[in-house]
């Protein structure tokens, strides 16, 4: 037990001092299966997430429109690959997290649980939810496990691009039609409230926030981001000429942020719990996918298997 706390109290020296972390260097259990989750989560989230923006790629308006959508969604099978190599430095394997993602036992972000219903909704999952993302990604560039913080620089840059092309899009619909302004804000109005939950539940309510902020794989607290992307968004909002779906949201001069209305948490959990509006028709639709693709992974790892076997392969 003494020899166990001391090791971990020098592992903890070492996150102090902020040295990364590395692969093959000793680390607690409980610290890597933290990792795991974590990162396994993003990385599903990350392919979930190309299932509400992909069945809009036949339907963009514009040839320019498609081109910017379609690689918007490679760059999110990307992500999940970047992270998915993260997770395995870990000693897991990728067929064991995708596994459980199929079988329902791994989460993913709640945010693709909600219907893409018009165009303006792939304008406000660029600008609100990779908004929320990237606000939330950044300090993990800086996070105490080195591969995780490597993979999420490339991962950030992309989801920048991902954010510009969504407030691009609102804002053509902004100074558009009457009819393409409400449907910009028909879409703010159906996506603002589920950014917000993006984050996480209240501090008071995350039973990992403590632990991981000492670990420094979280460097900043669910509620605190929050703030920071509603004081980044509401401007935004306002340049567009679109009304934030609050009453209760009001500039506070003392706090030097904005003050705004409460969240429905019991919606962010009953979408936890896989009833929000779309969680079936994603399980189902990836299911799908991961079954319809197993000719090509087949394929792969014969071929892999042939390459290995030829005379002078490397071991």
């Known amino acids: 037990m003494r020899d166990m706390q001391t ?13 990364k972390i590395e692969p ?15 990162i396994s989560q993003h990385a599903h989230s990350e392919i979930v997430g190309q299932l509400p923006e992909g069945n809009w ?39 064991a997290l995708i596994e459980d993602l199929l079988a329902g036992k791994a989460k993913y972000s709640s945010i693709f649980n909600y219907p893409t219903l018009t165009w303006a909704d792939i304008g406000a999952i660029g600008w609100l939810v990779d908004g929320a993302a990237i ?11 080195g591969p995780y913080a490597r993979a999420m620089v490339r991962i ?16 053509a619909l902004a100074r558009g039609s ?44 669910n509620d605190g981001l929050r703030q920071k992307f509603v004081d980044q968004t509401v401007p935004q909002a306002e340049f567009l000429g679109l009304q934030v779906p609050d009453p209760a949201l009001r ?25 929000g509006p779309c969680n079936r028709d994603r399980m189902n639709a990836r299911r799908r996918a ?10 792969a790892q014969a071929h892999a298997a042939k390459q290995r076997a030829r005379p002078g392969a490397a071991a």
């Open 7 to 19: 090791a971990e109290a020098g592992f903890q020296a070492r996150i102090d001092e902020g040295v």
């Open 156 to 171: 950030c840059k992309e989801e920048s691009f991902h954010q510009r092309q969504g407030f691009d899009l609102l804002l």
């Open 57 to 95: 790629i036949g339907r963009a308006p514009t040839l320019q429109r498609k081109a910017i959508l379609l690689a918007k969604v490679q760059d999110e099978a990307g992500h999940g690959l970047y992270l998915y190599g993260a997770a395995e430095t870990l000693g897991v394997s990728r067929e």
């Open 251 to 275: 500039w506070n001069e003392a706090r030097g942020h904005y003050d705004f209305g409460p969240i429905a948490w019991e919606e962010f959990y009953q979408v936890i719990r896989g009833n």
């Open 178 to 221: 009457a009819a393409q302004r409400a449907m910009a804000q028909d879409a703010l109005n159906r996506w603002w409230w589920p950014s917000l939950m993006m984050f996480g539940p209240p501090d008071e309510q995350s039973p990992h926030t403590a632990q991981s902020a000492a670990w420094k794989i979280k460097l900043v607290t």
């Open 290 to 299: 991961h079954a319809d693709g197993a000719w090509v992974r087949e394929a």
């Open 24 to 38: 093959k260097d000793a680390m607690p259990d409980a610290y890597r299966q933290t990792l795991v989750r974590q």
């Open 135 to 145: 606000m939330n990604q950044i300090p993990l560039c800086r996070c105490s496990y």
